[in-house]
């Protein structure tokens, strides 16, 4: 039992479709955190669900652990196999195989990307909301629970996940729901898996919900002249029901970033960047009322009506973390994740930014305001061990506050290997309950073994 | 090990806090479901979590069968205690611990009423939207992640549960989560207790999601020539994306029972009620827009813009039960939950129709038909053996007929004892899944044996 002979069992299933090749392998060695890569021993394309299966099967029998990979986008080293064994790619499973239009649904192979989706409902009046900035892929975003800057409107892949097919340890292939909006039959296993990150199943197929195009968009900026004032901006807003498809905060620092990045003039101060989704009067109604709650707390409200305003807004919104590094040439950019409860999101911050006021480091913050949840970008210089030691440092007394003030160590990233430690200080014995799940469902650690939770022995 | 030592050490633990008394034994013996009643060995009434996980060792330790209870509303047998033993009723665990403005949040006992815990939201601006009709109690509409009318805007159990705190089977008290927002921080257990209903534990708090009072609404009917134009004009709505609250069918029987029993004169056909929530100039838009699609499919549009109309419309749509059964004094009501996906809801309901018109049976319809489920209460003699059987025989149909359009059998009302021999057709492998979690978290079948699926040997 060896993860030679599932190699070699591997090679003689796939042909060319099994690559040992180094260059192969060293790209599937890391993902987008800042955390050391570590090398598969093979990397794996399969192209359907039964090929997985198969796969799975063999890997079970040699004891081969299987680390599933989407494009390489996950934050906190959720793709990184850092058990060796496979690496198994499922970018050639990228097929829309159905839209439904009646139904505002899509069904998709794990590696259709977002943008892939969204370019194929062109013509169809519907979209697909999450956007977590990468253009990852949907297997990837479901295995991490990713949400992004509109989850505040249209919800996170939990909400808009409707079903899977996922292959099992034992390479059976399930279906954890249907294309109905809602059921009561069962435990909710689409939910389960969602936010798995590989370590239950490997996820073949996922139903989609899909949205109406909104009939009318704009966009706004309000400058205020502090973060608590933004903040109260963002939680009177969601009181009063106005459905912003967008409220985003950037902290002073951020603000001159992009401003440096996107040749923009904006006040450097803390910002909340502003979408509306609706009818044509609907769009001009809510962005009114958001105007004059700003306008109670102090902001300055700009309008960007004109699309080229808004996408240049937008552009210069998702440029964030390229504007934020490129304050500090050759840096890298360590992001950290808190989310908490509303009320406490400003004092959140407050206690974070009097620590980078004492920290040597640098760190633009950027935050998805309306769900509670903030970003780091600590920027180090990635030869530093000192820097690393000191964002570090930083990144963990952020986790710790996260969980002080009621909240999450992620609120979209993940936990992966970068918030494991943090696991049980989060879940406390709900952790014992997660690692019975773990061991019923994958006895062997065979999926992603090492991340996010420690529980086969 | 036997249930009367159980009962022995509970009564000396709780005193008349557990009651042995025929009636008190009788009225935890039923719920509103079509399915034989039994009686349990005792009740209890815990007052606290702690007490609730003592509870469960001493069961445990003496295999005692535990089905929890709320106000016995369950519509699938879900709180019949059909293995005896204890019910354990959690009625008096009914108070609302806080209430988070700013987070719009609050922090509930199981034991509290959805009415309840809106008569404490009195003067917040806030409110619990969901509404399965009857008054359950959270921790049961939790346990068989019920929804009701206006779920097609503001979701169901699912996605207003925010965290929740459980006894296992072995009497730890674990968090399914924080009042953060959202989390990526490993397996959704939260939602894996929503609609386990009360197989892997017992529900001890809540903290559930709120939302800003709309600061208008208005309500609209329109009846329709034949049940796919009400299905057509619903399927417009929701992909031109307007954000209506309720849009409820009620098929030309349900009308007639209706007229008759609220004293109304509405035509009767097909007929969608309509409820718009937003600020005034909103509500006036999407009623305007959904009036216009009524239009093209046929449809007679009538206002009711005073609180006074509306209130007597929303009160014939929650009578809707009472005035069917009341078409045929002195029977009882065998009530369906077929769930599809929209584009096939006016097939499965015209094949469900053609059913009724070659049978005995009167059935009056209403469904929530922006989620695509809908309901039939098979009016029939409960005396009546031919009846009985007759009124299986369709819901049989029904629930095959879900599964074959790609839907499910129960869209809110869970499975219990009802559905559960629908549990394998519906997930297939998928409920060899289900089984080994609830092995996992409850290895000797304490927590309602019997129901939903059997996992336990």
């Known amino acids: 039992m060896t993860i030679e002979t599932a190699v070699a069992a591997l090679g003689r ?42 796969i799975v099967r063999v890997c079970a029998a040699e004891g081969c652990p299987i680390t599933p990979w989407g494009v390489g986008t996950s934050l906190e080293g959720q793709a990184i196999p850092d058990h060796g064994g496979l690496s198994l790619d499922m970018g050639r499973m990228n097929r829309v195989l159905a839209i439904n239009v009646d139904d505002l649904d899509a069904v998709v192979q794990p590696g259709v990307t977002r943008t892939a989706l969204n370019a194929e409902l062109k013509g169809t009046g519907l979209f697909f909301p999450v956007d977590p900035g990468a253009d990852a892929t949907l297997g990837g975003m479901a295995a ?7 989850a505040v409107r249209y919800g996170t892949m939990r909400e808009n996940v409707l079903a899977l097919q ?16 809602k059921s009561a039959a069962g435990y909710d296993l689409t939910r389960l ?4 990150e590989g370590t239950l199943g490997v996820v073949t197929e996922l139903t989609v919900r899909l949205y109406g195009q909104p009939e009318a968009v704009s966009a706004a900026v309000a400058s205020f002249p502090d973060i608590a004032s933004a903040v109260r901006t963002v939680i009177t807003t969601i009181q009063m029901g106005v459905p912003v498809a967008r409220i985003e905060l950037l902290d002073e620092v951020q603000i001159r970033a992009v401003n440096a990045y996107s040749n923009l003039a904006m006040a450097e101060t803390p910002t909340l960047f502003l979408e509306f989704h609706g009818t044509e009067a609907g769009v001009a109604e809510q962005a009114e009322r958001v105007g004059e709650i700003a306008a109670e707390f102090g902001a300055g409200f700009e309008w960007a009506t004109k699309p080229e305003d808004r996408s240049r807004l937008w552009a210069a919104r998702h440029s964030a973390y390229w504007a934020g590094r490129a304050l500090r040439p050759g840096s890298a950019g360590w992001v950290t994740d808190a989310c908490v409860p509303i009320s406490r999101l400003a004092d959140c911050i407050a206690e974070t930014k009097a620590d980078l006021a004492e920290s040597p480091l640098l760190a633009p913050l950027v935050g998805h305001a309306g769900d509670g949840n903030f970003h780091l970008a600590i920027l180090l210089d990635p030869e530093s061990e000192t820097e690393r030691a000191e964002a570090a440092r930083l990144s963990h007394r952020i986790a710790e506050r996260a969980l002080r003030m009621g909240g999450t ?13 943090y696991m049980a200080a989060e879940h406390g014995e709900a952790l014992g309950v997660m690692a019975a799940i773990k061991r019923a469902l994958d006895p062997d650690g065979l999926f992603n073994p090492g991340k996010m939770i420690d529980a086969n022995r």
Chains 1, 2 share one sequence.
Do not use: W, Y
Not at 193 to 196: I, M, N, R, W, Y
Not at 409 to 421: A, D, R
């Open 13 to 54: 299933m796939l042909g060319d479709r099994l690559s040992e090749a180094p260059a192969v392998r060293d790209q599937h060695a890391r993902d987008e955190a800042h955390i050391a890569p570590c090398r598969p021993r093979a990397v794996a394309f399969p192209e359907s669900a039964e090929e997985v299966a198969e």
């Open 409 to 421: 160590v992620t609120g979209e990233h993940g936990v992966g290997l970068g918030k494991k430690p």
């Open 166 to 181: 996922v292959v099992l340890a034992d390479g059976r292939i399930i279906r954890t729901g249907s294309r109905a909006r």
């Open 193 to 196: 898996f969602v936010g798995s």
């Open 144 to 150: 991490t629970r990713a949400s992004g800057t509109n």
